[in-house]
């Protein structure tokens, strides 16, 4: 079961040079993605995969419940590399419907060392409350909070410093958030109204 890993690996990379002969030393030169995505660590979310891009046209970064916590050293380096040294075009956060760290965090359990991450997704029931609490089917109540704690950290990503200053002065990188759904597979742009949110991080959260 393990080995058959190796035995997938041989046969990948003779599926790549017969389409490509000069695919693994182009992969070696350099990276130069357009895109940062920002999923969650879910086994059944593959990044590359669910978009169709191949090693090299996307920089990856995955938690539990595609989070961007304020202190968390992990994901905001990640950010300023992809920002700063990549140039990325796009930032994707991608949360999936089913996700079960959002589903963690609607219980009330101590779950240990996660208590502090689960925390963060909890803000963002309390942020938006009044909305949750007015959704009566449970399994829909959960849907919205997966797809508004992608909101929630698409503006933590915009708090950025490093985001900020290159969106000034390039237009780049767009943030968007979207959700996976494990039912059918597609991807779904939650076309956040960023213009109507960005009112009051422009206010409370600017740093250019
Ligand atoms: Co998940």
Known sequence: MYDRIFTANRAWV???LAEDE???????????????????ADSRVPANSIMGLKPGEVFVHR???????????????????????????HIIVCGHYGCGGVQAAMQPKDLGLINGWLREIRDVFRLHRAELLDIADETERFKRLVELNVQEQCIHVIKTACVQKSFAATGYPIVHG??????????????????????E??????LT
């Open 14 to 16: 003779a599926k790549m």
């Open 22 to 40: 000069d695919f693994f030393e182009d992969l070696a030169t350099d990276q130069a993605p357009d895109y940062l995505y920002i999923g969650c």
């Open 63 to 89: 938690n539990i419940a595609n989070c961007v916590p304020n202190t968390d050293i992990n994901s905001h380096s990640v950010i300023q590399y992809a920002v700063e040294a990549l140039k990325v075009k």
């Open 178 to 199: 979207w959700v996976f759904d494990l039912h059918d597979g597609l991807l779904r742009d939650l076309n956040i109204p960023f213009e109507t949110i960005l009112d």
């Open 201 to 206: 991080i422009r206010e409370i959260y600017r």
